[in-house]
């Protein structure tokens, strides 16, 4: 944890309700993201903590309400394209490019995105891929690569356009039990590093141990937040402790 004292958010909501046709999955939303905090969000299949990770990173668009990221109103439809490139997103999914190697992912992103040349998009792509560890791995394709090393190319292709901000959204829940540990370690080092960071995910081990304020939805609003002892050890709302005996039982 990064014990980050309040200043001027990164990120900031207010007001945010969302519907996808009849069903509200947000309601009211406010919430704020300090620089280089770790912001985690736990809740049932449902509650509305993707939708609201998702919102941020501008990947869907909030109903009502204003949404500020890096000072870019992404409620303004004009401007919303300005956050580009200074957010990473890592999905469940690792999404990569199965005829191109590691290495390959990375650099495509950095010459797409950040218009670098070949020679300097390898060094990039190199060196970040030593950054998650696999720097001996960068000539493997994902065929030949386990699931968590997939989900630690993703990252690298994430953070190789050095991103302000990074999201993850539930980015162990497609792995193998014993693959999960090399992915979180992963993200806890972007926390040592002072990443401002905002984590959908199950892992109540990484939520306690690395989060500096976990947020609770339930039902499209947030029940609770606070720090993680106190969201784990004595939380205040009967649904919280409901979700957390639940799941930490299981």
């Known amino acids: 944890m990064n014990g980050v004292a309040a200043g001027k958010a990164v ?4 007001g945010v309700s969302k519907s996808f046709g009849e ?20 809740g049932a299949s449902g509650s509305g903590k993707s939708t609201v990770l998702r919102i941020m990173a501008g990947l869907e668009t909030a109903d009502a309400g ?3 990221v890096n000072n870019v109103p992404l409620h303004d439809a004009r401007r919303s394209k300005e956050i580009r490139g200074h957010v990473g997103m890592v999905f469940q999914q690792f999404n990569l490019f199965p005829h191109k190697s590691a290495l390959g992912n990375v650099t495509l992103a950095l010459i797409k995105a950040r218009k670098m040349s070949a020679a300097d ?7 970040t891929l030593d950054r998650v560890g696999l720097a001996d791995r960068a000539e493997h394709y994902p065929g030949q690569l386990s699931g968590g090393q997939q989900q630690r190319v993703a990252i690298a292709r994430a953070l190789a356009v050095e991103p302000g901000i990074m999201f993850f959204d539930e980015a162990t829940s497609a792995l193998d039990p014993e693959l999960v540990g090399e992915v979180t370690e ?3 080092g972007l926390a040592r590093d002072g990443m401002t960071m905002v984590v959908v995910t199950h892992e109540m081990g990484f939520a306690r141990k690395t989060a500096d304020r976990v947020v609770f939805m339930d039902k499209g609003v947030i029940a609770e937040q606070g720090a993680p002892e106190q969201m784990f050890v004595n939380p205040g709302n009967e649904r919280t402790r409901q979700f957390l005996h639940r799941v930490l039982d299981h």
């Open 23 to 42: 069903t509200q999955v947000l309601r009211d939303i406010n919430l704020d993201v300090q620089p280089g905090e770790v912001l985690v969000l736990i």
């Open 66 to 68: 204003e949404v500020w």
């Open 11 to 14: 990120i900031n909501l207010t």
């Open 186 to 188: 992963v993200m806890r």
């Open 121 to 127: 998009a390898r060094k990039r792509a190199m060196e």
